[in-house]
């Protein structure tokens, strides 16, 4: 069965230092993984999806992610934190059906809360 | 573009009250539709899904139901709230593989 693990509840940083958010995930079969992120009181955005062509993604917001197969994760990176980018963030794998074929459920991490601090 | 869209945005109902909360999505066609809750310092729960007109997923059991009486849109329904039914609401919508795509929420209080 697909799931994924995100490394650490809460992360603090410093303005201009470099984000670095933790996805590890478990699957059988070749993986679609995502990172949205929620700003207070609103719905997920989509920053990234790999969906098994580039390893390395680059998403909204200067953010990127590299799907890394023998280390079965999915880290986010930001190279220099900007006030704007504290939210929470979730990594989220694609469900796979019985017979191994994708389908559009999707498995949440139980998310990243990103502090960034002056 | 596609756009979705959820009413309320915030709601307060006593318990026993029943509820109706509402999405909609615009710009696409035969989408997947899913309804989510979050509570307070958790992560997602999916509650339904549907593939299609009038047919409904349920994740839970649970004091919720769910109907989609057209394409593109998707009811989240309880005929009594109960107190764990508090939370943020979320719709979500996909096509193919392209991930889902979320509305901005109802936070729902029932006291």
């Known amino acids: 069965a697909q799931s994924v693990t995100q490394l650490g509840s809460h992360v603090s940083v410093s303005e201009g230092a470099l984000v670095l958010l933790r996805c590890n995930y478990s699957?059988?079969?070749?993986?679609?993984l995502f990172w949205y992120v929620q700003y207070p009181n609103q719905g997920l955005q989509l920053l990234l999806k790999?969906?098994?062509?580039?390893?390395l993604v680059k998403g909204i917001n200067g953010f990127e992610a590299e799907f890394k197969k023998s280390e079965t994760s999915f880290h986010l990176t930001k190279p220099s934190a900007h006030m704007s980018d504290a939210a929470e963030y979730f990594c989220?794998?694609?469900?796979?059906?019985?017979?191994?074929?994708?389908?559009?459920?999707?498995?949440f991490g139980t998310g990243t809360l990103l502090a960034v601090q002056p | 573009s596609q756009t979705i869209h959820q009413w309320p945005a915030t709601l307060v109902q006593p318990v026993g009250s029943p509820l109706s909360l509402e999405c909609t999505v615009e710009?696409?066609?035969?989408?997947?539709l899913y309804w989510y809750r979050q509570a307070a310092g958790r992560g997602l729960q999916l509650l339904f899904y549907?593939?299609?007109?009038?047919?409904i997923s349920s994740e839970v059991p649970q004091n919720l139901s769910a109907s989609r009486p057209q394409d593109r849109q998707f009811i989240l329904s309880s005929k009594k709230l109960l107190l764990s039914d508090s939370g943020f609401y979320l719709c979500?919508?996909?096509?193919?593989?392209?991930?889902?795509?979320f509305g901005p929420g109802t936070r729902l209080t029932v006291l």
């Open positions: 710009g696409t066609s035969n989408p997947n």
């Open positions: 989220a794998v694609n469900l796979r059906g019985r017979y191994g074929g994708a389908t559009n459920k999707l498995i």
């Open positions: 979500a919508w996909s096509v193919r593989l392209a991930g889902q795509f």
């Open positions: 699957s059988s079969v070749p993986p679609y």
């Open positions: 790999y969906t098994s062509a580039a390893t």
């Open positions: 549907s593939v299609g007109i009038g047919q």
